[in-house]
């Protein structure tokens, strides 16, 4: 006999097994401390099988004060770079036990504000969270820490000594993407960001230094900052660029969705691409999918994840240390656009 709402109850199991439900969550529950006979165990594990009963889970991280579930934040889930980076923090949980609770803010305050809540709530294990605006705006951070539930900060541009983070080197990067154009004899290099974009002013920073050190001066006209990835605005701001700088022979894009967009259109207008008009993005995250396939700088997203992960685990676990900050550097990917 099951319970009234057609599932399977920890009382159910008992009722069959002949025991107490404390002598189910103690067979359930094996490293609880709680010794149970071989006899008992045996009939707990039978009726469990005959009912085919699953535990649940949440019950038993409330009744033991421990949870194996995290939360991850993203600003987005249609840029790709983000549904990757999720992919390797998820397979590092599973393999340390862990399911993780996907949270996508959309870059607005009052989703960040609702996941925080939920997150707290549900008194997950652990936290990684993308270091953007609408978590700064919130204090998100200081609100999980202040809640003690331990987070930690992969990728985004903002800036917390408070906790572990492990970022890109947005800046070095840049400065990278840069020099590659103009050692391969690109002069009049273009740079397209996104508006309000911390990691935009940063990239611009690189893109600044490259040509500084190359005795190129800063072209305003050359830099043109978008609303969004969408192809038609990628569409008219190279259009324009192109129209007022003639000379300009090679783009350097925030990423690579951008740089599929900024492919689409030098087709469209007759530019040869690498020949007329060289291109190289930032992320690596469809870069090799596209044709041609796109020069880009690759960002490590398993092994940034991986180190994250580690820091996030180490602070479950009690670790007190001082939070370390770790930028890793992108690593040009050359293909058949430079």
Request: a neutral charge; hydrophobic letters at 40%.
């Amino acid at each position: 006999m099951i319970g009234g709402d057609g599932l399977t109850t920890i009382r159910d199991v008992a009722k069959l097994a002949e025991v107490s439900v404390a002598t189910v969550s103690a067979v359930i529950n094996k490293d609880s401390g709680v010794k149970v006979s071989d006899k008992l165990t045996k009939k707990v594990e039978d009726a469990i099988n005959e009912l085919n009963y699953i535990p649940n889970r949440i019950a038993r991280s409330l009744s033991r004060k421990e949870n194996f579930t995290l939360g991850y934040i993203v600003p987005s889930i249609t840029n790709e770079f983000f549904p990757q980076l999720a992919k390797a923090v998820e397979d590092i949980a599973f393999e340390n036990n862990y399911g993780v609770y996907l949270c996508n803010t959309e870059g607005r305050k009052e989703r960040a504000k609702y996941y925080l809540e939920s997150l707290v709530e549900n008194r997950v294990a652990g936290i990684i969270t993308t270091m953007t605006w609408e978590i700064e705006e919130i204090n998100f951070i200081e609100s999980v820490l202040n809640q003690n539930i331990p987070i930690v900060g992969l990728a985004g541009a903002r800036n917390n000594r408070k906790i572990d983070t492990v970022k890109p080197d947005d800046e070095e990067g840049a400065r990278i993407a840069v020099k590659h154009l103009l050692d391969k004899g690109y002069k009049n290099i273009a740079f397209i960001g996104i508006k309000n974009s911390q990691t935009t002013k940063t990239r611009l920073n690189g893109y600044k230094q490259a040509l500084l050190k190359s005795g190129i001066n800063f072209n305003k006209d050359l830099v043109e900052l978008s609303n969004s990835y969408n192809n038609n605005e990628i569409r008219s701001i190279l259009e324009k660029i192109v129209k007022g700088c003639a000379e300009m022979d090679a783009v350097f894009v925030f990423n690579d969705v951008m740089g599929a967009a900024v492919i689409d259109t030098l087709h469209k207008i007759g530019k040869k691409i690498k020949d007329d008009i060289g291109l190289i993005a930032f992320d690596n995250s469809i870069g090799s999918f596209i044709i041609p396939k796109m020069t880009t700088m690759s960002i490590p997203k398993p092994e940034m994840a991986n180190i994250a992960m580690e820091r996030l685990f180490k602070r479950i676990k009690g670790d007190n240390s001082n939070p370390i900050h770790i930028k890793i550097t992108p690593e040009l990917i050359e293909r058949e656009t430079t």
